[in-house]
């Protein structure tokens, strides 16, 4: 079983029957006025769902920019190796395709698909290039991450974010750093974070939530980070 299939867990190890709202977490964790936390709860929603932290799949996800990449340099083989005939067709094509769903007319398509001589093909051939450069720079990015993981499933993703965004909250309102590598239960942000996934209705355990955090987020925010 992996920490996005656990039961919500509390500290007493049952589940309540009522979950608190996020503005009743904020005004009671973060010591904040109503109006405060309303606007806590508003920020909270749209970052955490709205606008979440996503996660690299380290096999599927570089195999499609590798499959990208080999698409990119088949074009760039094209344009060099691709007989004179078929090019033009294809130039022939693209201007027929412009005409039909631009509202350029056939004198503009045509500028734009001059034979190859022309700059236009200069420049395709400079974008093709252009792409080739960000999708090798997109591949060490992936390759190099903390966010790429073998298996998004074994990752609770809603969790992850929910913690890194209480976290968030936690240091603006409180002025105090948030545990950074560790959660102790027993402390006020442990309460407050167990509070939050109730709120949330998040499945999954806070404890391994906040684990896969410090795991792939954390060490980019904290390099010293404390146990709380």
């Known amino acids: 079983m992996t920490d996005a299939d656990d039961?919500?867990?509390t500290r007493n190890g049952e589940k309540q029957s009522a979950a608190p709202s996020l503005e009743d977490v904020f005004r009671k964790h973060l010591h904040i006025s109503q109006s405060e936390a309303d606007l806590a709860a508003d920020w909270f929603a749209s970052s955490a769902w709205g606008n979440p932290t996503g996660f690299y799949h380290r096999s599927a996800d570089m195999k499609d920019l590798f499959d990208l990449r080999n698409a990119v340099s088949a074009m760039l083989r094209f344009d060099v190796h691709g007989s004179e005939e078929v090019q033009e067709l294809l130039r022939l094509n693209m201007i027929q395709l412009d005409i039909e769903t631009d509202t350029k007319n056939a004198t503009d398509a045509a500028e734009k698909w001059r034979p190859k001589s022309h700059d236009s093909f200069v420049s395709s051939k400079q974008f093709i290039t252009r792409w080739q450069k960000a999708i090798d720079t997109t591949i060490r990015t992936v390759e190099q991450s903390s966010l790429?993981?073998?298996?998004r499933q074994r990752v609770n993703v809603e969790g992850v974010n929910i913690v890194d965004r209480a976290r968030l909250l936690w240091e603006r309102k409180l002025g105090s750093p948030a545990p950074a590598r560790g959660l102790n239960v027993a402390?006020?942000?442990?309460?407050?974070?167990?509070?939050l996934?109730?709120?949330?209705e998040c499945e999954g355990d806070p404890r391994s939530a906040f684990h896969a955090w410090s795991r792939h987020i954390g060490a980019r925010v904290h390099s010293d980070g404390e146990t709380g």
């Open 7 to 9: 039961p919500i867990p």
């Open 148 to 151: 790429t993981v073998r298996s």
């Open 187 to 195: 402390t006020a942000f442990g309460e407050y974070l167990f509070d």
């Open 197 to 200: 996934f109730e709120a949330c």
